[in-house]
């Protein structure tokens, strides 16, 4: 079964840091990667979209990359804030169904 | 931009109801997906439908129905609600480009 694994798990930052989130995946068959964010008690909320054809997005402060090769993609978060802190998951769209990962828990303290 | 929405933020039900957690999308998608969200757990797949009156399995269909009658309607049903059903639900669906869109998920609590 096709795996994607965050890590960090958790992550607390001071404020101001330049942040990598890593996704990596076992299966090479990817059509994109899809980044989230999510509040606690909320939905998701899409980030960043990367087709396989792509080799990064970027939106604001947030870049993300992916190598098919390697099997990874990494959620770049530039000067973080205090408002950024929220759980962030990588999907896989690989076929009919999307994999996900179990999050990266993110802190930024003032 | 789409809009994914679920009926309710909340719910409090009681064990052996009959419970129905109603997701609809306004973008003409083929696609949409249940999940539960548990902590430590991430997220499984209940159920997805590809088409109205389309669905499959997921991974962990015990215990719940889905009904897919019309395109933009995909609606989760717990037959008989038990206390090991109580987390967070989550709506999907998925536009040709492969883009996922959730909505704001309703948290349900069965005592």
């Known amino acids: 079964k096709q795996e994607v694994t965050q890590i960090p798990a958790a992550l607390s930052v001071p404020e101001g840091e330049n942040l990598v989130l890593n996704c990596s995946f076992t299966?090479?068959?990817?059509?994109?990667l899809q980044w989230f964010r999510q509040d606690p008690g909320k939905g998701l909320t899409s980030l960043l979209l990367?087709?396989?054809?792509?080799r990064e997005q970027t939106s604001g402060r947030l870049n993300a990359s992916l190598d098919k090769s390697s099997g990874r993609s990494t959620l770049y978060i530039a000067a973080s804030q205090p408002g950024d802190s929220a759980t962030y998951l990588c999907?896989?769209?690989?076929?009919?169904?999307?994999?996900f990962g179990r999050g990266t828990s993110l802190i930024v303290h003032p | 931009d789409v809009k994914v929405t679920q009926s309710s933020r909340y719910l409090v039900k009681r064990t052996g109801e009959k419970v129905f957690l109603e997701c609809v999308q306004d973008?003409?998608?083929?696609?949409m997906f249940w999940y539960r969200q548990d902590p430590g757990l991430g997220l499984r797949l209940i159920y997805f439908?590809?088409?109205?009156?389309?669905?499959e399995k997921g991974d962990i269909p015990e215990g719940y129905s889905v009904s897919r009658e019309k395109k933009e309607r995909f609606s989760l049903i717990l037959e008989s609600a038990s206390t090991n059903q109580t987390s967070m639900y989550l709506c999907?669906?998925?536009?040709?480009?492969?883009?996922?869109?959730f909505g704001s998920g309703t948290q349900l609590s069965v005592l």
């Open positions: 973008m003409d998608h083929e696609n």
């Open positions: 990367i087709q396989s054809s792509q």
């Open positions: 999907a669906s998925v536009s040709m480009r492969g883009k996922l869109f």
């Open positions: 999907a896989k769209g690989g076929s009919y169904i999307p994999t």
């Open positions: 299966d090479s068959a990817i059509y994109n």
């Open positions: 439908s590809y088409d109205v009156k389309m669905k």
